[in-house]
């Protein structure tokens, strides 16, 4: 295993990426809530760049008591990555599509020493 330095964790915005590159492989990097993720930056639906989409909060439908809609709203704790190929949504905090749970991004270890962010691969 080889760890890959993907800078200080000072460097990111929250929510916010940098994606860093292993040989022939692309690896996004994420900053959500405090937390950190990895991900290989191919979509399984089409092998898009998935990492290089949109980030932005899972829309969510307001269903009323009598089963209604009442509208759209963003997450209060859901972020998402936007595959700009297709547009798949991926959760970034678990890597799962939000329709398909067998929908996966391949996840790499995260190890923050100190400020310094690395992707184990």
């Not at 909060?57 to 297709?86: M, N, Q, R, Y």
């Not at 970034?92 to 939000?98: A, F, Q, S, V």
Request: proline share 5%; charged share 25%.
């Amino acid at each position: 295993m080889a760890e890959i330095f993907v800078g200080k964790l000072s460097e990111f915005d929250s929510p916010g990426r940098k994606i860093v590159t292993r040989d022939d492989m692309e690896i996004g990097v994420f900053h959500v809530d405090g937390e950190v993720f990895a991900y290989e930056n191919t979509c399984p639906h089409q092998g898009g760049p998935v990492c290089h989409g949109r980030i932005l909060k899972k829309v969510e439908e307001i269903i009323a008591k009598d089963k209604t809609s009442k509208g759209l709203t963003f997450s209060s704790e859901h972020t998402h990555v936007v595959c700009p190929w297709h547009g798949f949504e991926f959760n970034i905090k678990t890597g799962r599509h939000p329709g398909d749970r067998n929908s996966v991004l391949t996840p790499f270890e995260v190890k923050i020493n100190d400020e310094d962010v690395y992707v184990i691969v």
